[in-house]
């Protein structure tokens, strides 16, 4: 019986994991920075001892992604620095790593799904400090470990576009939402799904990457218009461009994901981000 732990598992993943996990016959150690703190290495070592772990799920991360631009340190700190202590644990007690990264280590001037060989070029800070963590892993080039890219995450938990938008629908008659930034999107209890129905099946010689968020394609535009039809609110969602809503952090414009490879080597099927929706808001009681 494999003993995990899971960091990070009061955020969105982490939470739908924990959720999840009495359907799978593993002992889990679900912490968060209150319980452990993995920019302590000898703090992680002795948990790792104590616990006997042999698979580390790492889903803790710094993902305010305009605070970044400003938290640089801490952002490194959480994406880059703490990655290195579980990778160093993990090369020395022979661990098995599943690490949750993200599409924005990619620029969004691609004309095609990326691919997961493709170039990376991070436009902001918490794309770089992800990208950082990324490449630790890959120098140390562990074993029976994967990288797993995703993006536009949203879950029954936590805070996220889909609440966001339930809220605001609520209270305004009209709404501007981003028409000109393309993604895939990826419903967190969707993921933690794969990561748990695919544990048992990773077996690598050295670090592979991997890409995973629901099927389809979609703009935040349209992600706001299937919210409020599924909720059966009379909010007006008019589509505007980037430049009308300015943030501090540069985003993608074209973010698409290619998940042929996850599907092939682990023979799994990749949900439509509508049905991921209906569910998430069906939990949320919001499913009119």
Same mark, same amino acid.
């Given at each position: 019986m494999l003993n995990i732990l899971v960091t990070g598992s009061n955020g969105q993943v982490g939470s739908e994991i924990k959720e999840l996990s009495s359907n799978y016959p593993y002992k889990f150690c679900f912490t968060d920075r209150k319980e452990l703190d993995i920019s302590n290495l000898q703090d992680i070592r002795k948990y790792i001892i104590e616990n006997n772990i042999d698979t580390i799920i790492n889903c803790a991360a710094y993902t305010a992604?305009?605070?970044?631009?400003?938290?640089?340190?801490?952002?490194?700190?959480?994406?880059?620095?703490?990655?290195?202590?579980?990778?160093?644990?993990?090369?020395?007690?022979?661990?098995?790593?599943?690490?949750?990264?993200?599409?924005?280590?990619?620029?969004?001037?691609?004309?095609?799904?990326?691919?997961?060989n493709d170039t990376t070029n991070p436009q902001n800070v918490y794309g770089q400090t992800k990208l950082d963590g990324e490449k630790v892993i890959l120098e140390y080039n562990l074993k029976n470990?994967?990288?797993?890219?995703?993006?536009?995450?949203?879950?029954f938990y936590g805070n996220n576009f889909v609440k966001t938008m339930l809220r605001l629908g609520k209270e305004k008659e009209s709404l501007g939402v981003i028409f000109d930034q393309i993604g895939t999107l990826t419903y967190?209890?969707?993921?933690?799904?794969?990561?748990?129905?695919?544990?048992? /099946?990773?077996?690598?010689? /050295?670090?592979?990457?991997?890409?995973?968020?629901?099927?389809?394609?979609?703009?935040?535009?349209?992600?706001a218009k299937e919210i409020m039809k599924m909720a059966k609110l009379p909010c007006q969602i008019n589509p505007i461009e980037t430049y009308q809503y300015p943030t501090p952090a540069k985003r993608p414009h074209y973010s698409l994901l290619n998940k042929s490879k996850i599907k092939k080597d682990f023979g799994i099927v990749i949900p439509y981000w509508k049905d991921g929706l209906d569910d998430c808001l069906r939990r949320l009681g919001e499913r009119r």
């Open positions: 992604v305009d605070k970044a631009e400003i938290e640089q340190e801490l952002a490194d700190k959480i994406n880059h620095l703490s990655v290195k202590n579980i990778v160093m644990l993990s090369n020395e007690f022979g661990i098995k790593l599943i690490h949750i990264s993200t599409d924005y280590v990619f620029d969004g001037t691609n004309f095609k799904p990326y691919i997961e470990s994967i990288i797993i890219r995703t993006s536009w995450v949203y879950s967190a209890k969707d993921l933690a799904k794969t990561i748990l129905e695919i544990l048992s /099946k990773i077996n690598t010689q /050295k670090v592979e990457i991997y890409n995973f968020s629901n099927e389809g394609v979609v703009s935040w535009y349209d992600f």
